[in-house]
């Protein structure tokens, strides 16, 4: 039997064949190899293993069943990815990427924050009560406590849900050595994604700033490192951001790059846009996405040229399944187009076999590195759509695949930072160290 994934807990492990089937074998001494099927986990989507239990992510609706020794359905919540530690789950919400912790030895945090962080309603009892997810004024029952849902809202200590992620994801700043050291006497290529990495996630897409400090790092980075910035936005818009000329610019998830010239070529062949014939038909479809969301107080349309971004970060959360399903409905009748999903944005982009991954291939063949054996790609992102980038450097064994985030995440990248004020001090590190290296063998 041949498996595609596979997670181990404490005595037993669990993982998907390739047929999606998933399989347990091992200690089975609280039933944690006794696969609920009559619960829909035929097909999971997330799957993580403790102490004598397992919670895995229905495919079907995102949600949450555990069985073994901790014997569990979270009905009312989607989640996006789950971790487990010996005695508790934690889990990302798809509602709005907050962490859902539950377990034997939780200790709650203070109803103010949780409701600050989390966006869950919860009595200020000092008792532990059960929560519901808290969508706005029309869910509040009234009653003030909280009791209604059947999920207690509870947080490991210490960040143990955060810390236990690390384990698998380091930070890049704590193993910045183990990087330098293997990328002593090799070729970095540095990748970074804009918005959540450079910039941080505001609620106006236009006001994406990116501080002077970062722009001076990136600047210094680029100096000794070939730089490409790698961004859903458009390229001019990103390029607009950014205001630096010694990077090289990939816009609308590598739609549209300005790239040094080829290899082979003495002069530049200009922007490389290989959906450039989609162009009519993505104005076409963004004045029908217009149309679809005019309604939906908050939702915003921007227009990244190759790419049509669908905004809801400021959209009730109870409107936003509504904007979801309008969307959805649109693009599944437009064949030339997909849909992707990203921090609270939808994408549609034309339906081609173009990713960031596929970008980040034409800017090493570009600028002659592809099949260089010396070659590090480093690549630094915080969106879905950088686990393509991801997936292609962990496919060649090689580089350094970063992912931005201050949650445990599903992720392939193998180095984590928690935001971008890490991304700053890891980008002036690398700097410095590059500057170091080269006075040395002035």
Same mark, same amino acid.
């Given at each position: 039997?041949?498996?595609?994934?596979? =997670?181990?807990?404490?005595?037993?492990?669990?993982?998907?064949?390739?047929?999606?089937?998933?399989?347990?074998?091992?200690?089975?001494?609280?039933?944690?190899?006794?696969?609920?099927?009559?619960?829909?986990?035929?097909?999971?989507?997330?799957?993580?293993?403790?102490?004598? /239990?397992?919670?895995?992510?229905?495919?079907?609706?995102?949600?949450?069943?555990?069985?073994?020794?901790?014997?569990?359905?979270?009905?009312?919540?989607?989640?996006?990815?789950?971790?487990?530690?010996?005695? /508790?789950? !934690?889990?990302?919400?798809?509602?709005?990427?907050?962490?859902?912790?539950?377990?034997?030895?939780?200790?709650?945090?203070?109803?103010?924050?949780?409701?600050?962080?989390?966006?869950? +309603?919860?009595?200020?009892?000092?008792?532990?009560? +059960? #929560?519901?997810?808290?969508?706005?004024?029309?869910?509040?029952?009234?009653?003030?406590?909280?009791?209604?849902?059947?999920?207690? @809202?509870?947080?490991?200590?210490?960040?143990?849900?955060?810390?236990?992620?690390?384990?698998?994801?380091?930070?890049?700043? $704590?193993?910045?050595?183990?990087?330098?050291?293997?990328?002593?006497?090799?070729?970095?290529?540095?990748?970074?994604?804009?918005?959540?990495?450079?910039?941080?996630?505001?609620?106006?897409?236009?006001?994406?700033?990116?501080?002077?400090?970062?722009?001076?790092?990136?600047? =210094?980075?680029?100096?000794?490192?070939?730089?490409?910035?790698?961004?859903?936005?458009?390229?001019?818009? #990103?390029?607009?951001?950014?205001?630096?000329?010694?990077?090289?610019?990939?816009?609308?998830?590598?739609?549209? *790059?300005?790239?040094?010239?080829?290899?082979?070529?003495? #002069?530049?062949?200009?922007?490389?846009?290989?959906?450039?014939?989609?162009?009519?038909? *993505?104005?076409?479809?963004?004045?029908?996405?217009?149309?679809?969301?005019?309604? *939906?107080?908050?939702?915003?349309?921007?227009?990244?040229?190759? !790419?049509?971004?669908?905004?809801?970060?400021?959209?009730?959360?109870?409107?936003?399944?509504?904007?979801?399903?309008?969307?959805?409905?649109?693009?599944?009748?437009?064949?030339?187009?997909?849909?992707?999903?990203?921090?609270?944005?939808?994408?549609?982009?034309?339906?081609?076999?173009?990713?960031?991954?596929?970008?980040?291939?034409?800017?090493?063949?570009?600028?002659?590195?592809? $099949?260089?054996?010396?070659?590090?790609?480093?690549?630094?992102?915080?969106?879905?759509?950088?686990?393509?980038?991801?997936? #292609?450097?962990?496919?060649?064994?090689?580089?350094?695949?970063?992912?931005?985030?201050?949650?445990?995440?599903?992720?392939?990248?193998?180095?984590? @930072?928690?935001?971008?004020?890490?991304?700053?001090?890891?980008?002036?590190?690398?700097?410095?160290?590059?500057?170091?290296?080269?006075?040395?063998?002035?």
């Amino acid at each position: 039997m041949s498996m595609d994934s596979i =997670e181990a807990g404490v005595s037993h492990v669990c993982g998907v064949n390739s047929v999606v089937e998933l399989v347990c074998k091992g200690n089975n001494s609280t039933g944690q190899l006794n696969i609920p099927l009559n619960k829909g986990l035929s097909f999971a989507s997330g799957l993580a293993l403790g102490d004598g /239990f397992n919670c895995g992510i229905r495919r079907s609706n995102g949600t949450i069943v555990c069985w073994g020794s901790m014997n569990e359905s979270i009905e009312e919540i989607k989640f996006e990815s789950i971790v487990v530690g010996l005695n /508790f789950t !934690c889990g990302l919400t798809t509602m709005n990427l907050s962490i859902v912790c539950w377990g034997p030895r939780m200790i709650k945090r203070s109803s103010a924050k949780i409701k600050h962080a989390m966006g869950f +309603k919860i009595s200020h009892s000092n008792k532990q009560k +059960k #929560v519901k997810p808290f969508y706005g004024p029309e869910n509040d029952d009234g009653d003030g406590d909280g009791t209604n849902g059947s999920l207690t @809202l509870i947080s490991p200590p210490d960040d143990a849900c955060y810390a236990s992620w690390l384990i698998q994801h380091p930070s890049a700043l $704590n193993a910045f050595d183990s990087i330098t050291k293997e990328a002593k006497w090799k070729k970095v290529v540095v990748f970074l994604d804009y918005d959540g990495t450079l910039s941080p996630i505001v609620d106006d897409p236009d006001k994406a700033f990116m501080s002077a400090e970062m722009r001076m790092a990136v600047r =210094e980075v680029a100096k000794y490192f070939p730089t490409s910035i790698v961004s859903g936005r458009s390229r001019e818009k #990103v390029k607009e951001f950014v205001q630096l000329s010694n990077v090289y610019y990939a816009g609308s998830h590598g739609l549209d *790059i300005l790239a040094p010239p080829r290899a082979d070529k003495k #002069v530049n062949e200009g922007a490389f846009q290989p959906a450039k014939l989609y162009l009519p038909a *993505i104005q076409e479809i963004s004045i029908e996405l217009e149309d679809t969301i005019r309604d *939906i107080q908050g939702a915003r349309l921007e227009d990244n040229k190759f !790419c049509i971004s669908v905004h809801y970060r400021q959209v009730q959360p109870k409107d936003r399944e509504i904007l979801k399903e309008r969307v959805k409905s649109l693009v599944e009748n437009r064949p030339e187009f997909r849909l992707t999903e990203g921090k609270m944005v939808l994408e549609v982009r034309p339906s081609i076999e173009w990713n960031k991954g596929d970008a980040l291939n034409y800017l090493l063949e570009t600028l002659g590195f592809n $099949n260089a054996k010396d070659v590090l790609p480093l690549y630094i992102g915080d969106d879905r759509t950088d686990e393509d980038a991801f997936k #292609v450097i962990a496919g060649r064994r090689e580089g350094f695949p970063i992912i931005v985030s201050s949650i445990p995440r599903d992720t392939i990248a193998w180095y984590s @930072l928690r935001d971008p004020s890490d991304v700053l001090a890891f980008l002036l590190r690398l700097a410095k160290w590059k500057k170091s290296e080269t006075s040395i063998f002035k």
